[in-house]
């Protein structure tokens, strides 16, 4: 929108605002009343029936009194109301400043003689903060406790009413006022209402059904912002714009006629104090924070808006904590600046979004001028610089303005919607045209491969058993996609009509044992067995054959690509002119909430993570329209976890007019669940672990992996891989990432549990390459990822590349160990020296031996074979033997080592494993105490492992130390022979160290070496 029409339009608002203001005080004001004169008011002369006057002009003042009647004092001073009191105050005293003012206000109303039909009344609207009203000398009434001193000083804000005998010609009417000196506006801050009875209620009723009015609109749209956010959309923006009319609303209701006060008189004065103040600062605030979220791509570009949007929400946060600790020296003129700047702020932001084009904003800046009006005009009231009555209609347009807003936003989106849905509805009918084409182009060039594929593995007698196997493989992948295929024809044959059936009288048993014969190919790798109860005596159906077979077939088919293990059960029974058959598994099953959707086409139960991913989701939905067509209908009943059972009804057809051969029970063969290949030194080729539901990908990744010399075990679920990962030592693992139960991601984040990504390497295979899938593969730790169908020499690269990776690794490791136990420390060196030395002045036959035992103790260190990953158990006894041998010598009565060896057979340990942890709890634990203490060296063979244990009572270690004892990676730190220690037991068994301590108790440090 150009600037000069959006200016004209501007303009124009607050012209028809200004209008309607001026109106409305004209109905309020009425004809020309008189006022009080120099503390009189004469109204002997006027009709003043029906009308509530105010008792504006100049009143007589009693600074620093409190009197009952203006006749008790002869020194009265003239203030003008409404007005402020503070400077006649202030210029009476001589204290600066004072904590506490108090006063009286005094007028006579001159009354005519004439009988009145009824009392008169005076409305007190609003007087800070306490008062008291003396007529003719009498108390009539008062709010708060009024006194000289501030403690006895009691304030209270809420309106009162009081009424006057009609009898009375001269009112003295004298009210004592008292109010802290901090506080923003103090003395008779509102017109005091004077007339009779019926004419002052009328007044005030009509002022509170406008405020009750004002607010109930305001807490409809709260109410209404609320349910949205709540029910339909979680958008921040609803949340704000509810804050802001709750809190506008109650804002409404604390001030002008306290509405709230009225119907909760008990509340205190300071708790109205602080609602009244945060509930207006509150609801422009969060108004500001309302136009921020909402608009706040248009706000990108000018970011002197934005910082001033977050500077004054910063003064918010500080005016509330001010608020609530009294402070009312600063958050005094915080109120009026957040009061006046922010809608300022907020209309010139407006403005500028509305000059930039953006659709709606202008109903925006028009609801925003509507509130900023209705708040220029509350601070000339609150100044005391305009007597103004309450006025609705600024808050109630500003409403309208966000309704049209809205609504218009509506609209819009629902066109939007509409034209989306339309693209979408154009889009999928290019899709299905497109799918059905390809269908047909590549259905012949398929049945062509499968034929001569056929041919060649029933003619050709030369090939070899690989090859046969291969062959077999690519026979049933031909007819997987074979099947695909047919489901996309059919599909846009059933959306066009085009399939037309051949009715006649079926044996659907026959049908069933057909189907089951067909799917038995999808069952390798699966401990599943068929059966089908159908009765000999169970009459025809009356259907397609062929479409009969498609129906069962994608059913069956179903069940077995979601079940695991157990049996898939076909059976028939007679209901009425229906014959209904059921197809029952022990799958997955399917969440209750995709039952819905589940016949829809393209549907899939969660594909995306833990479904097999096998075909398009079109096989339910196919079946669904093949029964309709049939006159039947199709029905799922499942539970997560237990199975599926997919019900159908046929209608029949003729009775059997002769028995058939009941069907047995089908068992399903049998294949087992790994197969591990054999080759030549498969000790050093690297072994790798291949993880998929599906058999037919298992074979084809397994025979492209052993062709170029890699030792393959295959498993079919993520739960069998984790067992075999505790059975042996890997260097890869390939898993598929679409897989029931367990998918791909959780078994990876399983596995990194235990291994680094350095470790133990992870290929995952996956149908889809979209970002957030090959984001989500790296988080959950896979080191690679490539997408089916797999490319063989893209897999052979990768692979290779990973398996170098992981045994670079597992040499660098082994090396850090040998280099560890090469770097002697030069003091042990010096020690054992000296301790030879001293001995052969003293005992030179145990000098010959300490000798020795330091010989072996270095032939040992130094020998090429501790390079090895593995090494006899006898030999790394030796070393420790020796290095033992060696401490006793030098620590004679200070250390002690005890010995607890079970083995029978000989065990195969890592290269120095033992003595590092011997060495450690020499070191670090008896020999850190003076006295010295005992080492056990413990190793007890069981059936299936050796358990391997060094026990020490010395200084132990501190928990926090203990925590992360086995973290250190910088080979500067101490404990880095513990580290290199746990990672190669890792690496070899799948567990590495166990480490239990308790200070000044001991420590004891263990590992478990598998038979």
């Known amino acids: 929108m150009n600037r000069k029409k959006l200016i004209v339009l501007t303009g124009s608002l607050l012209v028809v605002l200004l209008s309607f203001r001026l109106i409305w005080l004209s109905h309020h004001t009425g004809e020309h009343l008189p006022t009080v004169q120099n503390g009189v008011l004469d109204l002997r002369e006027t009709d003043f029936t029906n009308q509530a006057l105010r008792l504006d002009g100049e009143w007589q003042f009693y600074p620093w009194e409190l009197i009952e009647s203006a006749k008790s004092s002869s020194n009265p001073q003239i203030i003008t109301l409404p ?87 001269e009112i003295d009417l004298v009210i004592q006022v008292a109010d802290k000196a901090g506080n923003r506006m103090s003395g008779i801050k509102e017109p005091i209402q004077f007339g009779n009875l019926s004419a002052i209620e009328r007044s005030r009723t009509v002022s509170m059904l406008y405020q009750i009015l004002s607010a109930s609109v305001l807490v409809l749209h709260f109410i209404f912002a609320v349910i949205i956010y709540i029910g339909f959309s979680r958008r921040m923006e609803l949340l704000y714009l509810a804050v802001v009319f709750g809190s506008a609303a109650f804002s409404i209701l604390l001030d002008d006629d306290r509405v709230l006060l009225m119907l909760f008189p008990g509340i205190p004065d300071s708790v109205w104090s602080l609602l009244f103040y945060s509930s207006y600062v509150t609801s422009v605030i969060f108004l500001m924070l309302f136009f921020k979220r909402l608009l706040a791509k248009s706000l990108t570009s000018s970011k002197w ?42 209309a010139i932001s407006l403005f500028y979004i509305v000059r930039k084009g953006t659709t709606g904003a202008i109903y925006l800046l028009f609801a925003m001028i509507c509130i900023a009006n209705n708040i220029a005009w509350a601070s000339l009231k609150s100044n005391q610089l305009l007597i103004l009555p309450y006025y609705p209609f600024d808050l109630i347009l500003a409403v309208i303005f966000f309704a049209v807003f809205w609504f218009k936003q509506f609209f819009q989106v629902t066109e939007e919607s509409q034209a989306l849905a339309d693209r979408l509805q154009r889009t999928n009918d290019r899709k299905d045209e497109f799918l059905a084409n390809t269908s047909h182009e590549l259905r012949n060039p398929l049945h062509g491969i499968m034929n001569i594929s056929q041919t060649i593995y029933e003619t050709e007698n030369q090939l070899s058993e690989e090859n046969r196997k291969n062959m077999e493989t690519l026979l049933t992948v031909s007819k ?134 096998n075909g398009l989701g079109l096989g339910l939905a196919i079946c669904d329209e093949l029964v309709q067509l049939h006159g039947g209908q199709l029905t799922v009943d499942s539970v997560v976890n237990e199975g599926s059972t997919f019900t159908f009804t046929i209608p029949f057809g003729k009775a059997r007019t002769e028995p058939i051969t009941a069907y047995r029970a089908i068992e399903s063969f049998k294949v087992p669940l790994t197969e591990q290949t054999s080759a030549i030194n498969l000790e050093k080729q690297p072994k790798i672990l291949i993880v998929d539901d599906d058999p037919v990908n298992v074979s084809i990744i397994e025979q492209i ?66 970002l957030e899938d090959v984001q989500t593969g790296f988080h959950y730790g896979a080191n690679d990822y490539i997408t089916k169908p797999v490319d063989r020499v893209e897999l052979i690269i990768r692979v290779k590349a990973l398996t170098n990776l992981r045994k670079a690794l597992t040499e660098r490791i082994a090396m850090e160990a040998a280099w560890l136990q090469a770097q002697i420390q030069p003091h042990f060196l010096f020690n054992t020296l000296n301790t030879i030395a001293a001995l052969s002045h003293e005992d030179p036959k145990k000098m010959m031996k300490l000798i020795e035992q330091f010989g072996n103790y270095l032939n040992i260190s130094f020998a090429t074979r501790n390079l090895q990953e593995l090494v006899p158990l006898d030999q790394e006894l030796q070393l420790v033997k020796s290095y033992v041998y060696i401490e006793l010598e030098r620590f004679c009565d200070r250390l002690t080592v005890e010995w607890d060896v079970q083995v029978s057979s000989n065990v195969m340990v890592p290269p120095l494993a033992i003595q590092t942890l011997v060495e450690n709890a020499i070191k670090h634990g ?85 038979l």
């Open 705 to 770: 992996m052993t062709a170029n010399e890699f030792t393959v075990q295959t498993c079919l679920s993520g739960e069998a891989a984790l067992e075999l990962l505790n059975k042996g030592k890997w260097d890869l693992v390939i898993t598929d990432v679409m897989m029931p139960r367990m998918s791909g991601y959780e078994l990876t984040e399983k596995i990194r549990e235990r291994f680094t990504i350095a470790e133990l390497p992870i290929l995952l295979l996956t149908a889809r390459s979209q």
């Open 480 to 613: 997987r996609m074979s099947i695909i295929l047919n489901d996309l024809m059919d599909v846009q044959k059933l959306k066009e009509g085009g399939i037309q059936l051949h009715l006649t009288d079926v044996d659907i048993s026959a049908v069933a044992s057909s189907v089951i014969d067909t799917v038995r190919f999808m069952t390798k790798g699966k401990d599943i067995s068929f059966h089908i109860a159908i009765s000999h005596k169970f009459p025809y159906v009356y259907g397609d054959e062929n479409r009969l077979f498609q129906i069962l077939f994608n059913l069956i088919h179903n069940a077995v690509k979601y079940t695991e293990c157990g049996e898939i059960g076909v059976t028939a029974k007679m209901d009425g002119k229906f014959a209904v058959i059921e197809v029952k598994d022990a799958g997955i099953g399917i969440a209750q909430e995709a039952l819905t959707t589940i016949f829809q086409p393209y549907e899939q139960v969660d594909a995306s993570m833990t479904a097999m991913g």
């Open 305 to 346: 808006l934005t910082v001033n949007f977050q500077l004054f929400l910063i003064l918010y946060i500080l005016y509330i904590v001010l608020l609530l600790a009294g402070v009312r020296s600063v958050w005094s003129p915080l109120f009026s600046i957040i009061m006046l700047v922010v809608p300022m702020l907020i």
């Open 926 to 1010: 008896v020999l850190k105490k003076a006295e010295g203490g005992t080492v056990t060296i413990s190793i007890i063979a069981h059936s299936e492992a050796v358990d391997i244990a060094i026990m020490d009572d010395g200084v132990g270690i501190a928990a926090e130390k203990l925590k992360n004892l086995l973290n250190k990676a910088d080979e500067n730190q101490s404990g880095i022979g513990l580290v290199n220690t746990d990672k190669r037991l890792r690496q070899l068994f799948g567990t590495g160290l166990r480490i239990s301590s308790e200070v000044n108790k001991g420590t004891t440090m263990s590992f478990t070496v598998p």
């Open 83 to 169: 007005g402020k009191w503070k400077e006649t105050l202030s210029a009476s005293t001589d204290e600066e400043n004072p904590p506490y003012l108090y006063g009286t206000y005094s007028v006579k109303i001159l009354l005519n003689e004439n009988e009145w039909a009824e009392p008169f009344a005076l409305y007190v609207k609003d007087i800070r903060s306490a008062s008291k009203v003396f007529i003719n000398g009498q108390e009539m009434m008062g709010q708060g406790s009024v006194a000289e001193q501030e403690n006895g000083f009691v304030g209270k804000v809420k309106p009162y009413m009081l009424q006057i005998d009609s009898t009375l010609q």
